[in-house]
Antibody
Framework: QVQLVESGGGVVQPGRSLRLSCAAS????????MHWVRQAPGKGLEWVAV????????FYGDSVNGRFYISRDNSKNMLYLQMDSLRADDTAVYYC????????????????WGQGSLVTVSS | SSELTQDPAASVALGQTVRITCQGD??????ASWYQQKPGQAPILVIY???IRPSGIPDRFSGSNSGNTASLTITGAQAEDEAAYYC???????????FGGGTKLTVL
């Protein structure tokens, strides 16, 4: 079965960097686009970024554009989110999620989610 | 990017029908999807491409779309359906994703 397991979260000071990882298994990782979605404590879901199945294209939400960078290693079935210049309002649970379409990109539905990794930005 | 608007809360009596709506300009062009999220858990996809249920989702969940409004209907709500429900779609640019603010459903 599809499994997505995030790691790398923790407490970090404002202005510092952190890298999240998402280990994928149970499906052909290299044929699916992947997303990061976050959820601040007590708040709703916010889309963060997407990467094409082959890494050829990436798009970011307005609030993280220029500070966060999504990448993947298809040889290791891994997805990453490099987060730079972190701010207090980046505090959230970060989920990796699989796009619903193989080879193409739906950008409209995510059919599998990890359990999330908590990032707390605080001095 | 465009926005999707949901009512913050809704309630339904056990066994009755409830409709949760999601409004946004991008819904005139792109399908909405719906997710259920219970406290402390990751979201689960319940409806995509307007009205398709993933495997394992009960058939009491259905979706529809009219103009700029997408709807999630639960027919015969069960106690386990108490959760937050989020809609999402592509935004108007077509390259970004947007989520609604979520509707917290209480089953009475």
């Amino acid at each position: 079965q599809v499994q997505l397991v995030e790691s790398g979260g923790g407490v970090v000071q404002p202005g510092r960097s952190l890298r999240l990882s998402c280990a994928a298994s149970g499906f052909t990782f290299s044929s699916y686009g992947m997303h990061w979605v976050r959820q601040a404590p007590g708040k709703g879901l916010e889309w963060v970024a997407v990467i094409w199945y082959d890494g050829s294209n990436k798009f970011y939400g307005d609030s993280v554009n220029g500070r966060f960078y999504i990448s993947r290693d298809n040889s290791k079935n891994m997805l990453y989110l490099q987060m730079d210049s972190l701010r207090a309002d980046d505090t959230a649970v970060y989920y990796c999620a699989r796009d619903g379409l193989q080879w193409l990109l739906s950008l409209s539905y995510f059919d599998n989610w990890g359990q999330g990794s908590l990032v707390t930005v605080s001095s | 990017s465009s926005e999707l608007t949901q009512d913050p809360a809704a309630s339904v009596a056990l066994g009755q029908t409830v409709r949760i709506t999601c409004q946004g300009d991008s819904l005139r062009t792109y399908y909405a999807s719906w997710y259920q999220q219970k406290p402390g858990q990751a979201p689960i996809l319940v409806i995509y491409n307007k009205n398709i249920r993933p495997s394992g989702i009960p058939d009491r969940f259905s979706g529809s779309n009219s103009g700029n409004t997408a709807s999630l209907t639960i027919t015969g709500a069960q106690a386990e359906d108490e959760a937050a429900y989020y809609c999402n779609s592509r935004d108007s640019s077509g390259n970004h994703v947007v989520f609604g603010g979520g509707t917290k459903l209480t089953v009475l």
